[in-house]
């Protein structure tokens, strides 16, 4: 996310916004190549979100009452 002003992740590693920015040059020619490194974000940006609210549901003292 950093990696424009020179912090990050570099070109040669490969990483899923790498790989995104990659297949999005050949999205006309192999649309496929697309959809691994975003399915990954997604999945992760999804877990990560229902384990936050999970844990703000099981640490919150203001919810225990209203169940």
């Known amino acids: ?3 424009f002003i020179g912090f990050g992740i570099q070109p040669p590693t490969p990483s899923w916004g790498n790989m995104l920015t990659n297949a999005s040059q050949y999205l006309g020619k192999a649309p ?36």
């Open 1 to 3: 996310a950093i990696s």
């Open 32 to 67: 496929y190549l697309i959809y691994p490194p975003g399915v990954a974000v997604f999945v992760t940006v999804l877990c990560l979100y229902l384990i936050g609210d999970g844990l703000r549901d099981a640490l919150d003292p203001r919810l225990r009452g209203a169940k």
